[in-house]
């Protein structure tokens, strides 16, 4: 049996989950971890500036692979925005967008040569993601167009690189969200 349920308050998901909780040795519980559309477009909403130029840096290439120095080049220093990029999976576990176990859609790749010590030599995202980041750029972008379209944009991004558009950290969040306080204190504690 498959049950998705969608809109529910909170008092039905601590209802449902204590008798999940008292059913547990009956049951087969599996989350869906898989990434989305919406939940790849709530990732990168939730990413600092810098994070969001970095997870687009890895999407702009062919196969979801960009070498570490070209993101140096790009964003600068890169402990601020993969710590921000690390940061952003648990939170989201905790804000309920998606569910514990969903992996990181953008990983390490260390050099094979050196394996004793753990050199990054750039990021990945895994092929089957690529189109759906993608596609959550897209949306974002395409919410921005509307924003400009309704005088609500605040800023006016540099339409040379996508980057750009999600990038500023005045971006407007059509979703009527705003960024929570666990957004800012990770963005001060890259600052740091």
Known sequence: MKITIE????????????LLAEHRHELAVNADTEWTVER????????????RSFAILVLGSDDGYCDSRVLREEVGKLN??????????PRGVREGWWPEGTRPPISPVYDP????????????MDNANVPIFREAVSRIADSIDAARAAGLLRWEPNSSAMKNYISDP????LEG???????????????S
């Not at 790849?40 to 994070?51: F, K, M, V, W």
């Open 7 to 18: 809109g529910a308050s909170e008092e039905f998901e601590r209802k449902l989950l204590d």
């Open 40 to 51: 790849a477009e709530r990732y990168l909403r939730s990413l600092p500036a810098g994070a």
């Open 80 to 89: 601020g925005p993969t710590v921000a990029l690390s940061r952003a999976i």
């Open 113 to 124: 040569d050196n394996p004793s010590w753990q050199k990054t030599i750039g990021y990945e």
């Open 170 to 173: 005045n971006s407007i969040d």
């Open 177 to 191: 969200g705003s960024r929570s306080e666990h957004d800012e204190q990770d963005e001060k504690g890259q600052q």
